[in-house]
């Protein structure tokens, strides 16, 4: 089949012919049409990204939309033709999505919901489950709450933006000047950052009580000024991106909880990915009830053109979730 390999980190990714793989048991093997396109996959090939712990050679691509063509012992709830979507690879030891073929532990998968095209099921499962894991499993995000999305136009956040929304919240989300709209459209009041501070928002939406929940998807001085954002006591921070170095003070000074999020602990170590798949269901029924969508930038991109698809992402320019088409 052919494939996507990084043999060396920060060297070119190669198009080559590699063997296809076969499903093992408790296995997939999925056609891929579809592999979304993340900022990781970027970092992952310029040696950028040890918390991945990827291993050469390699295939990248996390995200995967595509058919069912055969099923390894011990599968049910899968067969033959069926459209499935999941976060399935291209971390540790386990072959990324930018290849004809997968092998893929069913537990991460499943249906692709009937309300979107393959293409818009490819860039949902990173950014789905991230913000799910952020604000369900973590948060308990529900009806009656005020809650906050640092970056609420980007990957994650415009995913978190209508999960929140799905759940009965009272949405707000910070963004520049050119994404406030998209932000409105989704439903969120839009926050300028650019022109208005922390203190400020704070004092106009909450009556400077603070938000019930901020989910920072931006990390560095934006999750500082999450843990000054939460409301008193009852009030939650939740990152994904909580990887530097913090002063807790002013959310201990809330008596206020926080929470980080990894979404590549599945995959690297195996333990939960049966949640993922449940997360995967979740964002199906989202979909088909018309609450969830995907934006997609409106290139394509092909097997043979993935360097210009990571230079889109890395450019900050993408209108959207840059997505390959693998069945070209």
Do not use: C
């Not at 979107?116 to 952020?134: D, K, M, N, Q, Y």
């Not at 978190?160 to 759940?167: D, T």
């Not at 501070?197 to 929940?213: P, R, S």
């Amino acid at each position: 089949m052919r494939a996507v390999v990084l043999q060396e980190f920060d060297t070119p990714l190669v198009l080559s012919e590699i063997e296809k793989p076969e499903a093992g048991p408790g296995q997939v093997l999925v056609k891929v049409k579809a592999s979304g396109v993340n900022p990781l996959d970027a970092k992952i090939q310029a040696g950028k990204a040890a918390h991945a712990k990827r291993t050469l050679p390699a295939v990248l691509g996390l995200d995967l939309a595509g058919l069912v063509e055969e099923v390894g012992r011990g599968v049910d709830d899968f067969a033959p033709g069926d459209e499935v979507f999941g976060m399935t690879g291209g971390v540790g030891d386990v072959q990324g999505s930018l290849a004809e073929y997968a092998a893929v532990d069913a537990r991460l998968l499943a249906r692709k919901p009937a309300a979107l095209t393959l293409r818009e099921a490819a860039a949902l499962p990173l950014v789905v489950i991230t913000a799910w894991e952020g604000l369900v499993d973590r948060a308990q995000v529900h009806a009656g709450q005020k809650v906050l999305i640092h970056g609420g136009a980007g990957g994650i956040g415009h995913v978190a933006v209508q999960i929140a929304r799905a759940r009965g919240a009272e949405v707000f989300a910070t963004g520049s000047p050119a994404s406030l709209a998209v932000i409105d459209g989704l439903g969120a009041t839009p926050i300028d950052y650019t022109t208005t501070t922390m203190e400020e928002y704070v004092a106009k939406h909450t009556g400077g009580e603070g938000f019930d929940v901020v989910f920072d998807t931006v990390g560095g001085s934006v999750l500082d000024a999450s843990f000054a954002a939460v409301r008193t006591y009852t009030g939650h921070v939740v990152s994904a991106l909580g990887w530097g170095t913090h002063s807790i003070a002013p959310l201990s000074f809330r008596g206020a909880t926080y929470s980080g999020v990894f979404t590549l602990l599945p995959l690297l170590t195996g333990r939960g990915r049966e949640h993922h798949g449940e997360i995967m269901r979740e964002a199906a029924a989202l979909a088909d009830a018309g609450a969830l969508t995907p934006l997609l930038d409106p290139r394509h991109f092909t097997l043979a053109d993935v360097a210009a698809a990571h230079a889109a992402v890395e450019s900050g320019a993408a209108q959207g979730k840059i997505v390959i088409d693998v069945d070209d």
